[in-house]
């Protein structure tokens, strides 16, 4: 089994032009005998007119993949009529209209993880989870006694030990079912580089227990890549697809990552990262790692760095 660290990632040496749709991403460990499995960060669809449009420019890209998971940041619960009226009274927030589930099964998704902590309140989430079945879209990590801890005003964050023992339990349990386990986290602190504590702890138990790759979101940024018994916890992905207009995190955190993962042989053979962009259209696009927006602004020098002082 063999993974590229962040600081040896080979990348193709090619400049992806803006258009309207760009072509499918070279990748280099590819062939019949791989199958891929492309990973997103928060993705979050809202006031699209044509919400099947939203992943167009990387349309050639997805349909190449043989599955497609994202973090669905942001339920199919229906707005508030007053868009100064927030969905959740703590926060600004506006939750998505049921419509704009066609953003996903337009990109032919997979499976998305809906453990976030802005499917609030619980009747929100299981409003979304039935657009979700009626869509035909799998989907993990929802309940009606949810919320994601270690964000302010909480200061530390650990692992609860029953909650370590059913989740370690889980994935053994999982292991002995399948021959790949990708485990999707929403965590951390909003808005920042930096890890907290408990992700590490989480992501090394599931490690230990049998997972082969752990996929993290939330922070909406850039997180550092840990390398545990060799095998890779990703602690941020940041976003891909992000609508939030009420925040402005459509604005305010451009950057992503696409992550694919290559299986041959029931084994995972590699990863691979390439850097994305939102322009000014709130389109995503994929850019060549070595330059440009896919280097040091938004793309994998930032990623680097995270790295380098440790």
Not at 96 to 101: F, T, Y
Not at 118 to 147: C, F
């Amino acid at each position: 089994m063999r993974f590229l660290s962040p600081a040896f990632i080979l990348v193709s040496a090619i400049i992806v032009r803006v258009q309207a749709q760009q072509d499918a991403w070279p990748w280099i460990m590819d062939g019949p005998e791989v199958t891929s499995v492309l990973l997103m960060g928060d993705c979050n669809f809202q006031f699209r007119e044509n919400p099947e449009e939203a992943f167009m420019q990387v349309m050639p890209t997805l349909n190449a993949a043989d599955f497609r998971i994202l973090n669905l940041e942001g339920p199919f619960a229906g707005s508030s009529t007053d868009p100064n009226v927030p969905d959740i009274p703590h926060k600004a927030w506006k939750h998505s209209e049921p419509d704009q589930v066609a953003a996903l099964t337009a990109a032919k998704i997979d499976a998305v993880g809906v453990a976030n902590n802005v499917t609030y309140p619980w009747q929100a989430l299981m409003r979304s989870l039935d657009v979700l079945n009626k869509a035909g879209i799998p989907h993990a990590g929802g309940g009606e006694n949810l919320d994601k801890p270690g964000q302010p005003p909480k200061v530390i964050t650990w692992l609860n030990d029953a909650s370590r023992m059913h989740m370690v339990e889980d994935i053994r349990k999982l292991r002995k079912q399948v021959d790949i386990v990708i485990v999707s986290y929403h965590w951390g602190v909003s808005n920042t580089t930096d890890a907290v504590s408990y992700q590490s702890d989480i992501g090394q138990a599931v490690i230990d227990a049998g997972a082969n790759l752990v996929f993290g979101h939330g922070p909406h940024k850039y997180q550092k890549i840990e390398i545990h018994n060799g095998k890779p916890i990703i602690h941020s992905v940041a976003q891909f697809v992000f609508d939030d207009r009420v925040s402005d995190r459509n604005t305010r955190f451009r950057e992503g990552m696409l992550l694919r993962v290559a299986i041959r042989d029931k084994k995972i053979q590699g990863i691979s990262m390439v850097p994305s962009w939102r322009e000014d259209d709130n389109n995503v696009r994929l850019y060549d790692p070595n330059t440009g927006k896919g280097n040091y602004h938004s793309g994998f020098g930032i990623l680097i760095d995270l790295h380098r002082y440790e």
